[in-house]
């Protein structure tokens, strides 16, 4: 799983060879051979088809590769990009692996989405979903079945029965439960209002079910098919998981404090409300919580924050933080926290009739997003554009705060860098007003609008089909493939990256010096990010407040935008295409040249200002120089002078003791050693006297054991007969206590001769 997060290497190499694959031009073949039959076919169908401008997403990475999907075969296109990044001239550009399906879907795919355990892929339609498992890997370059140009894969259909009965039911949302330990399984949400959890053992049946509205209001159905509820945008349109929490059993109905983990469920309404319910299956069969909500927003807003949301995005951060867009290009940022109990907190909507404290929605910051560019139809006044289209939001694969949106007209990325003063903030003390300071005036967020797909109001939006940022060595890198599959490579904003991640020997140590450039360039009032300031690009278009107080709507963008013509057929008025170079000229030299001018400016005056600072340091270096050589030869004067007063010291303290010695000698009081020694004079004689009497002792005992022998040896007949045994044994004996009595007398000998001397 980690080799999914690996860098690609090779610099920028593969960024200029990828678009010039093999698998581009067979994808545009295959665009262009559509028959006009299948098209026919496609149009007099029952089969409700995608609409035409279904912003679709058919590629995606993992560990080095990128998978694109080929409608026409059926099959993923696999091309690895470190083939692309080697040092040889001429890659082969004609290398790729075709993962073909055994059973391939009968619906058209418009997303394709990996699971969480990066061993299954999800081919999401309107009418259906169908799982693919990847192969196995080996070989020299762990590629699939060990690099077989086209390689078999087993599909699972899901709910299949379930979508060909259900003739006017369509797929709105799906997504993979995000628990990497357990078997799969996959979310839908369908147009019943109804969320569906399958696993990938039991594909037909569903393992949990989330009803999302009751019987009453669903058996009210208009003339067409469509129930009252979804007229009134209060059925649900898309949904996302939050990271892993610890809630209380009374959250699923059960008794007890204890808490158990799960997964928090944001479902986000039409009409901008947002619910909320938890999904826990790590225990057999699973539990599912009481929908809560709708979640209060604050600050309130009559419009509730639109009518027409088409996304939802949980950030994986603590506390949550929920992006919710709509079909109009506005994004609210939400803090997810704690409700107060003076807020309401009685669900209209959840079943159950007791009040549940559930969270409040505290909305950070409003974003609206340039969809369609906005240019100048007279005297400087902009050309209003009622142009609007469903959003999709992205995570970023590596950093937490920051993700990308995808509709018809292009692509944006979304960078909150806000999102660090918001932690450190939220975990200071209630006193401390420097982090909420600082909070107040990070209220900004970075958004750069990669492509754009309908540079002028004429054009017809073309959206893309397919988007993916590579974890590149030299920072985030943006694949987009157009609607002509055309391959656009866009490297990100190095504004917003993630932290970096601690090394394995940082300790949290006070009292370590930190560098003094480090500190630097961490100040405040850094040059360096006073310059980041005055090149900060934005749009012309300036910042207004919102209708309530504190928030605040704001228009940043990136001018790297990549301008796409939607169709080469169509032809531009001369006016717009005019006002098109107008407002990109205009944008160039507000935004770079005259920005670049007064950086310049900036950088002149800074190292004019150094360069007097380097005059004056050198100066004082010289004079630094000079005091250095005067106190060497000091220090050589002074330590001559310590080794003749040493020499002196020495020979005071030689006469200073044989002056001592004299007088010790002439005094009439005895020393403490001199009278030490007396009282060991004092003890010789007692000492003396026990020696004596153990040399008495030991003479006793040696007479004893002479006479004793004289027996023993007498020539008189011996009245007891001993073995040969007894007798040796008798000797060893004798033999021991001759040598210990030999070293008794030896010991008394040395005695004698210490009390003589």
């Known amino acids: 799983m980690a080799a999914a997060e690996d860098p690609v290497e090779g610099g920028d190499l593969w960024h200029t060879r990828l678009p010039n694959h093999a698998v581009f031009l067979r994808l545009r073949e295959g665009l262009k051979n559509q028959s006009p039959a299948e098209t026919e076919k496609s149009a007099s169908s029952s089969l409700p088809s995608p609409p035409p401008l279904l912003t679709r997403n058919l590629l995606f990475g993992l560990g080095g590769e990128i998978f694109l999907w080929d409608r026409e075969g059926s099959s993923f296109l696999v091309v690895r990009l470190r083939s692309l990044s080697g040092s040889s001239e001429e890659p082969s550009l004609s290398q790729y692996q075709r993962l073909l399906c055994i059973n391939p879907p009968l619906f058209e795919i418009y997303q394709v989405l990996l699971s969480p355990t990066q061993h299954h892929v999800a081919l999401i339609g309107l009418k259906g979903l169908m799982v693919l498992?990847?192969?196995?890997?080996?070989?020299?370059?762990?590629?699939?079945?060990?690099?077989?140009?086209?390689?078999?894969?087993?599909?699972?259909?899901?709910?299949?029965?379930?979508?060909?009965?259900?003739?006017?039911?369509?797929?709105?949302?799906?997504?993979?439960?995000?628990?990497?330990?357990?078997?799969?399984?996959?979310?839908?949400?369908?147009?019943?209002?109804?969320?569906?959890?399958?696993?990938?053992?039991?594909?037909?049946?569903?393992?949990?079910?989330?009803?999302?509205?009751?019987?009453?209001?669903?058996?009210?159905?208009?003339?067409?098919?469509?129930?009252?509820?979804?007229?009134?945008?209060?059925?649900?349109?898309?949904?996302?998981?939050?990271?892993?929490?610890?809630?209380?059993?009374?959250?699923?109905?059960?008794?007890?404090?204890?808490?158990?983990?799960?997964?928090?469920?944001?479902?986000?309404?039409?009409?901008?409300?947002?619910?909320?319910?938890?999904?826990?299956?790590?225990?057999?069969?699973?539990n599912i919580g009481k929908l809560l909500g709708p979640l209060p927003m604050h600050p309130a807003a009559e419009d509730n924050y639109g009518y027409d949301a088409c996304a939802i995005l949980c950030l994986p951060c603590i506390p949550n933080i929920l992006v919710i867009a709509t079909e109009s290009g506005m994004l609210y940022h939400c803090v997810v926290l704690e409700g107060e109990e003076e807020d309401d907190q009685t669900s209209e909507k959840s079943w159950d009739s007791r009040a549940d404290l559930i969270p409040s929605l505290y909305v950070f910051e409003c974003v609206e997003l340039e969809l369609a560019l906005k240019l100048a139809s007279g005297e400087d006044e902009p050309f209003d554009s009622d142009f609007s289209c469903p959003i999709k939001l992205h995570k970023d694969p590596k950093c937490p705060s920051r993700y990308h949106c995808t509709h018809?007209?292009?692509?944006?990325?979304?960078?909150?860098?806000?999102?660090?003063?918001?932690?450190?903030?939220?975990?200071?003390?209630?006193?401390?007003?420097?982090?909420?300071?600082?909070?107040?005036?990070?209220?900004?967020?970075?958004?750069?609008?990669?492509?754009?797909?309908?540079?002028?109001?004429?054009?017809?939006?073309?959206?893309?089909?397919?988007?993916?940022?590579?974890?590149?060595?030299?920072?985030?890198?943006?694949?987009?493939?157009?609607?002509?599959?055309?391959?656009?490579?866009?490297?990100?904003?190095?504004?917003?990256?993630?932290?970096?991640?601690?090394?394995?020997?940082?300790?949290?140590?006070?009292?370590?010096?930190?560098?003094?450039?480090?500190?630097?360039?961490?100040?405040?009032?850094?040059?360096?990010?006073?310059?980041?300031?005055?090149?900060?690009?934005?749009?012309?278009?300036?910042?207004?407040?919102?209708?309530?107080?504190?928030?605040?709507?704001?228009?940043?963008?990136?001018?790297?935008?990549?301008?796409?013509?939607?169709?080469?057929?169509?032809?531009?008025?001369?006016?717009?295409?005019?006002?098109?170079?107008?407002?990109?000229?205009?944008?160039?030299?507000?935004?770079?040249?005259?920005?670049?001018?007064?950086?310049?400016?900036?950088?002149?005056?800074?190292?004019?200002?150094?360069?007097?600072?380097?005059?004056?340091?050198?100066?004082?270096?010289?004079y630094c120089r000079e005091e250095r050589k005067s106190l060497r030869e000091m220090a050589e004067r002074l330590a001559d002078k310590y080794e003749e007063a040493k020499e002196r010291q020495e020979d005071i303290m030689n006469r200073m003791k044989k002056v001592l010695h004299s007088f010790h000698s002439q005094l009439p009081v005895l020393s403490d050693s001199e009278r030490d020694m007396k009282k060991e004079l004092q003890l010789i004689p007692d000492q003396l006297r026990h020696l004596g009497n153990a040399i008495k002792q030991v003479t006793m005992k040696k007479d004893y054991q002479q006479r004793k022998m004289e027996k023993v040896l007498s020539p008189q007949k011996p009245t007891i007969t001993l073995s040969a045994y007894q007798r040796k044994c008798i000797q060893s004996i004798l033999k021991e206590e001759g040598e210990h009595i030999r070293e008794m007398v030896k010991q008394i000998n040395d005695i004698r001769n210490h009390v003589n001397f």
């Open 133 to 286: 498992e990847l192969p196995k890997r080996w070989g020299k370059n762990s590629e699939f079945e060990g690099g077989k140009s086209t390689v078999n894969c087993s599909t699972t259909p899901i709910a299949e029965r379930f979508f060909t009965s259900s003739t006017c039911l369509t797929l709105k949302h799906a997504a993979w439960y995000p628990s990497e330990m357990l078997d799969p399984h996959i979310v839908l949400l369908t147009s019943d209002n109804v969320i569906r959890i399958y696993s990938l053992r039991e594909p037909q049946t569903p393992a949990k079910v989330i009803v999302l509205s009751e019987a009453e209001e669903e058996s009210l159905i208009l003339n067409k098919g469509r129930a009252y509820t979804a007229s009134l945008g209060e059925t649900a349109v898309a949904f996302d998981f939050g990271p892993l929490a610890a809630v209380s059993k009374n959250i699923f109905g059960q008794k007890g404090k204890d808490e158990v983990v799960a997964y928090p469920l944001y479902i986000l309404y039409e009409n901008g409300e947002t619910f909320l319910t938890y999904v826990s299956l790590f225990h057999s069969p699973g």
């Open 408 to 622: 018809e007209a292009g692509v944006h990325s979304v960078g909150l860098t806000w999102i660090h003063k918001l932690h450190k903030f939220l975990g200071s003390d209630e006193e401390d007003k420097d982090s909420l300071q600082e909070l107040a005036t990070e209220q900004k967020c970075f958004v750069e609008h990669i492509l754009c797909t309908k540079p002028l109001p004429c054009r017809q939006p073309a959206p893309i089909r397919g988007f993916w940022i590579v974890p590149d060595i030299l920072g985030p890198t943006m694949i987009c493939i157009t609607s002509t599959y055309e391959c656009l490579i866009r490297p990100l904003l190095s504004t917003v990256h993630p932290a970096s991640p601690s090394l394995l020997c940082t300790r949290e140590d006070v009292e370590v010096a930190e560098s003094p450039l480090r500190i630097l360039a961490e100040t405040p009032d850094s040059f360096e990010k006073h310059i980041r300031s005055i090149l900060q690009r934005s749009v012309a278009n300036p910042a207004f407040l919102n209708c309530f107080t504190g928030l605040r709507k704001s228009i940043w963008t990136n001018l790297e935008t990549f301008f796409l013509r939607s169709s080469e057929r169509d032809t531009a008025p001369p006016e717009e295409c005019l006002q098109l170079i107008s407002r990109a000229t205009q944008v160039f030299r507000e935004q770079y040249i005259l920005k670049q001018d007064l950086a310049k400016e900036e950088i002149q005056r800074r190292v004019k200002l150094l360069c007097d600072q380097k005059k004056k340091q050198l100066e004082d270096l010289n």
